[in-house]
Structure formats: C-alpha cells, structure tokens
C-alpha cells in the first residue's frame, strides 16, 4: 500500500464515510490526471519527445542514486 491508500483507509475509518471519502479520493485522481496529461500536451508543443524521454530517464537516474545514497 502507498501513502495516499493508507491515508484514505484512516480517513474513512474516522470520518465513518467511506462513501465519501471514495468519493473525494476519485475526484482527487481525476483532477490531478487531467492536469498531468494537459501539461504533457503542452510540454510536447514545445520540447520533442526525444528530449522528454531523456529528461524522464535522467531524473529516474538521478533520484534512483539519491535512493541509493540515503540508503548507504
């Protein structure tokens, strides 16, 4: 289980609303979705996607060695 999974088993457990909470946790992901997948179409007007790809792999690498450097 992630974080966001965690915290919304404890919010329905206090709040007594799972319904609710669902329901936010839904519209929550829909909203965040929709911003990512206009920012990625705008980011592909402006930058190719070769240069996305080597961002995306880079910043894996990067945060892959930070992992493994917290982990030393």
């Known amino acids: 289980a992630d974080k966001t999974q965690l915290v919304g088993i404890g919010m329905a457990a206090k ?7 669902w329901l936010g ?6 909203i ?3 911003i990512s997948v206009f ?3 705008v980011m592909a007007r402006f930058i190719k996607p070769e240069m996305i790809r080597y961002i995306g792999a880079s910043m894996f ?4 060695v930070l ?4 982990a030393i």
């Open 25 to 30: 946790s839904v519209s929550a992901y829909i």
């Open 39 to 41: 920012l990625g179409a």
């Open 15 to 21: 709040s007594g609303k799972p319904v609710s909470v």
């Open 32 to 34: 965040v979705t929709v």
């Open 61 to 64: 690498i990067f945060i892959g």
């Open 67 to 70: 992992m493994l450097l917290k």
